[in-house]
């Protein structure tokens, strides 16, 4: 009787201890994953609002430069 549906279970045991394992994997790197995705968009974010902020300063200053009309 084995012989019949024994190997069949062998590979559904396999698949199952497979994907257990893939599970618990995937649930180890996820939140860290997660969690450097998260710095790297703040550090993109504040580097985008450096740059930002380094442009209006400058075009602050260029307002505010008095004009060299005289020769």
Same mark, same amino acid.
């Given at each position: 009787? /084995?012989?019949?549906? +024994? ?12 994907? +257990? ?10 939140? $860290? ?7 790297? $968009?703040?550090? /993109?974010?504040? $580097? ?24």
């Amino acid at each position: 009787m /084995w012989e019949y549906f +024994g190997p069949d279970f062998a590979f559904d045991v396999v698949k199952g201890f497979v994907a +257990g394992v893939a599970s618990m994997a995937f649930q180890v790197v996820a939140p $860290r994953a997660f969690h450097a995705a998260k710095r790297f $968009r703040a550090h /993109w974010v504040a $580097r985008k609002d450096a740059g930002q902020a380094e442009r209006q300063a400058a075009s602050q200053a260029r307002r505010n430069a008095p004009a060299n009309d005289e020769p």
